[in-house]
Nanobody
Framework: QVQLVESGGGLVQPGGSLRLSCAAS????????MGWYRQAPGKERELVAT???????IYADSMNGHATISRDNAKNTVYLQMNSLKPEDTAVYYC?????????????WGQGTQVTVSS
Protein backbone atom coordinates (compact mmCIF):
# COMPACT_ATOMS: atom_id res chain seq x y z
CA GLN A 1 0.00 0.00 0.00
CA VAL A 2 1.38 3.38 -1.00
CA GLN A 3 1.87 5.83 1.83
CA LEU A 4 3.08 9.42 1.80
CA VAL A 5 4.23 10.71 5.18
CA GLU A 6 4.93 14.39 5.67
CA SER A 7 7.10 15.93 8.35
CA GLY A 8 8.67 19.27 9.18
CA GLY A 9 5.64 21.44 9.80
CA GLY A 10 5.21 23.61 12.85
CA LEU A 11 5.03 27.12 14.21
CA VAL A 12 7.44 29.69 12.83
CA GLN A 13 7.72 33.45 13.14
CA PRO A 14 7.23 35.70 10.12
CA GLY A 15 10.42 35.82 8.12
CA GLY A 16 11.46 32.39 9.31
CA SER A 17 12.12 29.17 7.39
CA LEU A 18 10.84 25.63 7.36
CA ARG A 19 11.76 22.51 5.44
CA LEU A 20 9.00 20.03 4.77
CA SER A 21 9.72 16.43 3.85
CA CYS A 22 7.52 13.76 2.36
CA ALA A 23 8.65 10.16 2.23
CA ALA A 24 6.85 7.58 0.13
CA SER A 25 6.71 3.94 1.06
CA UNK A 26 5.13 0.81 -0.34
CA UNK A 27 6.27 1.47 -3.90
CA UNK A 28 8.61 -0.20 -6.35
CA UNK A 29 8.58 2.59 -8.89
CA UNK A 30 9.48 6.26 -9.10
CA UNK A 31 6.64 8.76 -9.18
CA UNK A 32 6.40 10.79 -12.37
CA UNK A 33 5.55 13.91 -10.37
CA MET A 34 5.79 14.78 -6.69
CA GLY A 35 4.83 18.01 -5.06
CA TRP A 36 3.06 20.04 -2.47
CA TYR A 37 -0.36 21.60 -2.18
CA ARG A 38 -1.74 23.63 0.71
CA GLN A 39 -5.12 24.48 2.15
CA ALA A 40 -5.76 27.44 4.39
CA PRO A 41 -8.88 27.67 6.56
CA GLY A 42 -11.92 28.53 4.47
CA LYS A 43 -10.01 28.24 1.22
CA GLU A 44 -9.62 25.63 -1.48
CA ARG A 45 -6.56 23.45 -1.77
CA GLU A 46 -4.00 25.11 -4.02
CA LEU A 47 -0.78 24.19 -5.74
CA VAL A 48 2.48 25.15 -4.04
CA ALA A 49 5.08 23.44 -6.22
CA THR A 50 5.71 20.25 -8.18
CA UNK A 51 8.78 18.46 -9.48
CA UNK A 52 9.09 15.74 -12.08
CA UNK A 53 11.35 12.71 -11.87
CA UNK A 54 13.89 14.49 -14.10
CA UNK A 55 13.85 17.64 -11.98
CA UNK A 56 11.55 20.00 -13.85
CA UNK A 57 9.72 22.29 -11.44
CA ILE A 58 6.58 24.37 -11.31
CA TYR A 59 5.83 26.92 -8.61
CA ALA A 60 2.72 28.84 -7.72
CA ASP A 61 3.23 32.54 -8.35
CA SER A 62 2.83 33.20 -4.63
CA MET A 63 5.79 30.91 -3.86
CA ASN A 64 8.25 32.11 -6.47
CA GLY A 65 11.37 33.39 -4.79
CA HIS A 66 10.73 32.02 -1.35
CA ALA A 67 10.34 28.29 -1.85
CA THR A 68 12.49 25.55 -3.36
CA ILE A 69 11.24 22.08 -4.15
CA SER A 70 13.62 19.15 -4.55
CA ARG A 71 13.47 15.38 -4.52
CA ASP A 72 15.63 12.37 -3.89
CA ASN A 73 14.45 9.66 -6.26
CA ALA A 74 16.53 6.99 -4.54
CA LYS A 75 14.72 7.74 -1.27
CA ASN A 76 11.32 8.45 -2.86
CA THR A 77 11.29 11.68 -0.92
CA VAL A 78 10.31 15.21 -1.86
CA TYR A 79 11.29 18.33 0.04
CA LEU A 80 9.99 21.87 0.24
CA GLN A 81 12.30 24.53 1.62
CA MET A 82 10.36 27.69 2.46
CA ASN A 83 12.03 30.95 3.41
CA SER A 84 10.79 34.42 4.35
CA LEU A 85 7.53 32.93 5.53
CA LYS A 86 4.50 35.17 5.88
CA PRO A 87 1.31 34.75 7.91
CA GLU A 88 -0.55 34.08 4.65
CA ASP A 89 1.58 30.94 4.21
CA THR A 90 -0.29 29.44 7.16
CA ALA A 91 -2.03 26.29 5.96
CA VAL A 92 -2.05 22.54 6.02
CA TYR A 93 0.53 21.38 3.51
CA TYR A 94 -0.19 18.16 1.64
CA CYS A 95 2.28 15.98 -0.19
CA UNK A 96 1.17 14.84 -3.62
CA UNK A 97 2.45 12.16 -5.95
CA UNK A 98 1.48 11.06 -9.43
CA UNK A 99 2.24 7.76 -11.12
CA UNK A 100 1.34 7.50 -14.78
CA UNK A 101 0.60 3.95 -15.96
CA UNK A 102 -0.47 3.49 -19.58
CA UNK A 103 -1.97 7.00 -19.66
CA UNK A 104 -3.90 6.43 -16.42
CA UNK A 105 -3.12 8.93 -13.66
CA UNK A 106 -2.74 7.37 -10.23
CA UNK A 107 -2.61 10.10 -7.59
CA UNK A 108 -1.68 9.84 -3.95
CA TRP A 109 -1.93 12.27 -1.04
CA GLY A 110 -0.36 12.52 2.35
CA GLN A 111 -2.28 13.30 5.53
CA GLY A 112 -0.98 16.85 5.70
CA THR A 113 1.28 18.80 8.00
CA GLN A 114 0.31 22.08 9.64
CA VAL A 115 2.42 25.16 9.00
CA THR A 116 1.61 28.18 11.13
CA VAL A 117 3.36 31.50 10.61
CA SER A 118 2.74 33.80 13.52
CA SER A 119 4.53 36.00 15.98
Amino acid sequence: QVQLVESGGGLVQPGGSLRLSCAASGISFSFNVMGWYRQAPGKERELVATITSDGSTIYADSMNGHATISRDNAKNTVYLQMNSLKPEDTAVYYCYALHLVRAVHHTYWGQGTQVTVSS
